[in-house]
């Protein structure tokens, strides 16, 4: 594995501008609570790929990454796509934080203050 990852394959392209237009409701919600460096400064991407994977945000400053995950993801193939997936970006010193798709509406300020937390500062 190469030290630094691949961002932003041209080959995702099309697949990260789909992923984009066709947002969950969960997705919408935290990207209007983080976008426009509105928190403490950070600048975040939606739908950003590292090597083969699209994640849902990402912080480059940081090296955060935020993923939201509804039913989908709660079965053992899913889990393990994603448990493989963190093993890949964490050796790229790349953090990932994971929220049930239902934080977002009932609790979103742990949510905001748990991507905080994870910031380096």
């Known amino acids: 594995m190469p030290n630094k990852p691949k961002h932003n394959d041209k080959f995702l392209k099309g697949y990260r501008k789909d992923l984009r237009n066709n947002q969950t409701s969960a997705e919408t919600r935290l990207w209007i ?14 739908q950003h790929s590292i090597d083969n994977f699209i994640v849902d945000f990402y912080c480059p400053s940081e ?22 997936r963190d093993f ?3 050796k790229y010193d790349i953090s990932v ?7 977002i509406f009932k609790q ?5 203050n748990a991507i905080k937390s994870a910031f380096k500062k």
């Open 63 to 84: 090296k955060l990454v935020i993923e939201l995950d509804g039913q989908a993801h709660y079965n053992p193939v899913s889990e393990n796509k994603d448990f493989e």
């Open 33 to 46: 609570m983080i976008k426009n460096k509105q928190l403490e400064g950070r600048k975040f991407r939606r």
């Open 88 to 90: 890949v970006l964490k």
């Open 97 to 103: 934080l994971r929220f049930e798709n239902k934080m």
């Open 108 to 112: 979103p300020e742990i949510v905001i």
